[in-house]
């Protein structure tokens, strides 16, 4: 929780002011809690003293793996999308595209 709320307090500035947007806050909700659970789940192996204490390398070596297909992946994604950007459209704004309420004031 604690992780999440300071991406959403802090990473979202940073992430804006360098041009990056995230509507949904995907990043802060699911992806920095994922990143860390996944080096932790890589770390806490090394402190077990049994045997089968798991493959620490194996688990780190994933967690690098899909970070980088996602930034990979997100990429093409957004080299594929990016002619159809509307640069006068307020990003995350679709009242557009619904019929909506006057607002009140």
């Known amino acids: 929780g604690l992780l999440s709320t300071t991406g959403f307090c802090r ?21 920095m809690p994922s990143v860390l659970g996944g080096i932790a789940s890589a770390l806490v192996p090394c402190f077990v003293t049994s045997a089968d204490a798991g493959y620490p390398a194996t688990q780190l070596a994933g967690v ?5 297909l996602a930034i990979v992946g997100g990429s093409i994604a957004g080299a594929m999308l990016r002619p159809l950007k509307d640069e006068e459209a307020e990003m995350g704004e679709d009242a557009e595209y619904w019929e909506v309420a006057e607002e009140q004031t």
């Open 64 to 68: 690098v793996l899909t970070v980088a």
């Open 11 to 31: 990473v979202m500035e940073f992430a804006a002011s360098k041009g990056l947007h995230d509507t949904c806050g995907v990043h802060n909700l699911h992806g």
